[in-house]
């Protein structure tokens, strides 16, 4: 059992290097902490314009949860194509092992990596534009951290199955990390959208943890909160499962089109 | 001229062809148009659609060529063209230029989605004021895009961490140069970055043009910098062209992935 759990972690943390590309430490910087840093601060300053308003908490918090979507879709997302250009995918696809253990094994680093890079940037917006956290129940808070990146990870989870018989998955992974910024409620109140928008924005993840985030900023409701936090990893859960279910078809395509290693 | 049009019009179609570039000419605009809309839509700020229609448009723009400009470079390399491209008789200059005007062309179709999409889903128009200004400032800005992204792809025929510097150019850009908001919201020292970078006077021609131009003489002074900068952007470039070319000659890492 032991050994098991052992190698699920050394798997874990070879494949986030490997296939993440984070052997260099400069891509790494540029990507996970230049690159996100300036996005922040980009839509912190046009919200600050637009709304006029000193204080920015809301979206300073907001836009740094959607930025688990690093991980969860340019990780978790690529790990299928990753495989394959690196000429893999066929012996992962037949080892006498579990796929779905192998993506939950390839998974847990870029979990904890979001983490990280959601904090970094609530730090850093809390840094530039002096957001004051202090009466925030930060248990709770960090509890819709890891809410958050569990449930972009299991749509990441989702979209990467399609990895395997669709040869381009950038396209589907640019549009969702985009559709997190524009429609969870991250920049402008989700009421402000038309209704067919709203209602897919509660299909997507992050909604409810920036909702719950907003709510334990304002300090009203933590029961409402939690329960909204709840609620984003009964979804998160619901998309890690589907995700299951497509690598279980597109496993089974894959081997009847032989479309493993086509590029 | 007849190689350059030929780059050109083989660019544009092998751009078309890629996913990522039709979601960085048709999707992301329209996500960035829609979340810019609704931060604008409720506030004081006045005459905002400018800075949505221009901002995305603009950035959009931008980014397609950037993320061309490094990725064809990239690309090139990956499937061991480059070095063939960089040998052809023909010019490794005039192909990438022509590269550059293809996409630059396609990415021009950004602004154009946008305004569509806006008009179709909630209705608003652009009303430009000046519209000959305007035409006018596109024209400049163009040609302004293309300049920047010759330096760009000098730098990214040079480094071969070209996908990490292009990942994270784009927001800094589109503070610095004021796409969506005024530069005048930024700190003091930063406007100094701004006024180097052309797109800040791009932009700043167009918005004056769409809202009607109260002082003609500022407006040509500003198209003159915005001139004055785009020149001197390809000096730097022929400059860069000239090291890249006996740097990589010398090292030989063109076609090292």
């Not at chain 1, 619901?238 to 690598?247: K, R």
């Not at chain 2, 780059?7 to 062809?17: A, D, G, I, T, V």
């Not at chain 2, 500022?218 to 860069?240: D, H, K, Q, R, T």
Request: hydrophobic share 55%; glycine share 8%; proline share 2%.
């Amino acid at each position: 059992m032991t050994e098991a759990i052992g190698r699920f972690i050394r798997q874990s943390i070879f494949s986030y290097k490997a296939l993440f590309g984070w052997i260099s430490p400069k891509a790494y910087i540029t990507s996970k902490i230049v690159g996100p840093i300036f996005q922040l601060l980009f839509f912190c300053l046009l919200t600050r314009y637009s709304y006029g308003s000193e204080n920015i908490a809301r979206w300073v918090v907001g836009n740094s949860l959607v930025f688990c979507y690093l991980n969860a879709f340019f990780g978790i997302g690529t790990i299928m194509t990753n495989e394959r250009a690196a000429g893999t995918l066929k012996l992962v696809v037949a080892a006498p092992y579990s796929k779905f253990l192998t993506f939950l094994g390839r998974s847990l680093m870029h979990v904890l990596d979001g983490i990280f890079n959601v904090a970094l940037s609530l730090f850093t917006g809390i840094i530039l534009f002096r957001i004051d956290l202090s009466g925030i129940n930060m248990t709770l808070f960090a509890f819709n951290i890891l809410a958050a990146v569990i449930s972009a990870s299991g749509l990441g989870l989702t979209i990467g199955s399609l990895g395997l018989v669709v040869k381009d998955t950038n396209l589907m992974l640019n549009t969702a990390s985009t559709a997190l910024l524009a429609l969870t409620g991250a920049n402008f109140p989700i009421e402000k959208l038309p209704l067919l928008l709203q209602k897919l924005a509660y299909c997507l993840p992050l909604t409810r943890s920036i909702q719950a985030a907003g709510l334990l900023l304002q300090g009203a409701n933590a029961s409402r909160a939690l329960e909204l936090m709840l609620l984003e990893i009964a979804l998160g859960t619901a998309y890690t499962l589907l995700g299951y279910f497509l690598l279980q078809l597109m496993e089974g395509l894959s081997r009847k089109k032989a479309a493993l290693d086509l590029f | 001229m007849k190689l350059i049009l030929s780059s050109c019009f083989l660019q544009m179609q092998l751009s078309f062809s890629r996913s990522m570039f039709r979601y960085c000419l048709l999707v992301d605009p329209i996500f960035f148009a829609l979340i810019t809309y609704m931060i604008y839509k409720d506030s004081s700020v006045e005459n905002f659609i400018a800075y949505v229609i221009l901002g995305t448009g603009l950035s959009s723009l931008f980014n397609n060529i950037v993320f061309s400009s490094a990725g064809d470079i990239d690309r090139e390399r990956y499937m061991g063209t480059l070095e063939m491209i960089f040998t052809a008789p023909g010019g490794f200059r005039n192909i990438i230029l022509g590269k550059i005007i293809g996409n630059t062309l396609l990415g021009l179709l950004s602004m154009l989605v946008v305004v569509v999409f806006l008009n179709i889903f909630f209705g608003v128009n652009m009303k430009i004021a000046s519209p000959m200004f305007f035409v006018m400032a596109m024209l400049l800005s163009v040609v302004s895009f293309i300049a920047i992204s010759l330096i760009m792809a000098a730098i990214f025929t040079l480094s071969r961490n070209s996908r990490g510097l292009m990942n994270c150019i784009s927001y800094p850009v589109m503070i610095l140069c004021g796409f969506y908001f005024p530069i005048t919201i930024l700190p003091e020292w930063s406007r100094v970055f701004s006024y180097i970078l052309s797109p800040t006077w791009a932009v700043k021609l167009l918005r004056e043009a769409v809202y009607g131009i109260k002082d003609y003489s500022s407006f040509y002074m500003e198209s003159g910098i915005l001139l004055a900068l785009s020149a001197a952007y390809i000096v730097l470039f022929i400059i860069l062209a000239g090291v890249m070319e006996k740097r990589v000659r010398v090292k030989a890492t063109l076609g090292v992935y």
